[in-house]
């Protein structure tokens, strides 16, 4: 993982080299309600579900495990977000959120790596 300093803000870049996943130390957060977490159309064109994360920096479709204190889970980019300005680097769902220990509206720490 390669970290840079960026207007007092440390950004965090996932390295991929010949296949081998990289992992990265970063904050998720979760789809926060509204018609978004009724199953609305991604990105990808797909339906929000349990297994999938919207993240700006990774393709879609790619397969990560989110990693935290309390859990684990891997999930499917198949939608854009959050910002990047706010210095997190996925979204979840509600359902996973809980599974992985977020259970109220904020973020947490997390370790994420590229499956695939």
Do not use: Q
């Not at 390669?2 to 996943?21: E, L, Q």
């Amino acid at each position: 993982m390669i970290a840079r300093i960026v207007f007092g803000i440390t950004v965090s870049f996932i390295i991929i080299v010949a296949g081998i996943a990289a992992v990265s130390a970063c904050e998720i957060s979760y789809y926060s309600g509204g018609p978004r977490e009724g199953g609305w159309r991604t990105a990808s064109g797909e339906r929000i579900g349990p297994a999938t994360a919207a993240s700006f920096d990774l393709p879609l479709g790619t397969r990560v495990r989110v990693k935290t204190r309390y859990g684990s889970a891997e999930l499917r980019v198949n939608d854009r977000g959050p910002a990047r300005w706010t210095g997190r680097c996925l979204d979840v769902s509600r359902d996973v959120a809980g599974a992985l220990g977020l259970t109220a509206p904020g973020h947490l720490p997390a370790e994420l790596e590229v499956l695939r």
